[in-house]
């Protein structure tokens, strides 16, 4: 089962690595989308979130700094869910869909990422 564990960080720090790593590598389009949000200075909001889902992930995955990776990673979906996502705004059924869809999955990775605070430390495998 310990074995199990490992691969659910594997999956759930890749995943927030990933998110940010794309943050980086198309941070010209996700800048013009939190711009279409009305997200203030854009391209700053998406270098700072890409980092905090960066670190967090890595944190994650490596099992170290965990408070402040679970930190960074719930700050996060905390408030950019509402903002990014908030399809109860939405008119068109399939925008609406979509954002529906990334709004409820958000709030299941929060939910995810809070119970590893329940989860004691040192995890296994972890760097230190």
């Known amino acids: 089962m310990i074995y199990l564990f490992l691969l659910g960080r594997v999956l759930l720090g890749g995943y927030f690595i990933m998110s940010g790593y794309n943050h980086f590598k198309n941070l010209q389009s ?6 279409s949000k009305g997200v203030p200075m854009p391209k700053l909001a998406v270098l700072v979130t890409g980092a905090m889902l960066a670190l967090g992930g890595l944190g994650v995955l490596l099992g170290v700094w965990i408070n ?10 905390i408030f950019v869910t509402p903002k990014m996502h ?6 068109d059924p ?35």
């Open 94 to 128: 399939m925008m609406q869909m979509g954002e529906r869809v990334n709004f409820y999955k958000n709030l299941a990775l929060l939910g995810a990422v809070l119970m590893l605070l329940f989860i004691p430390t040192p995890w296994f495998m972890s760097l230190f």
């Open 30 to 35: 996700y800048s013009g989308y939190a711009q």
């Open 68 to 77: 402040l990776a679970i930190l960074l990673l719930a700050l996060f979906l």
């Open 86 to 91: 908030a399809y109860w705004t939405i008119t």
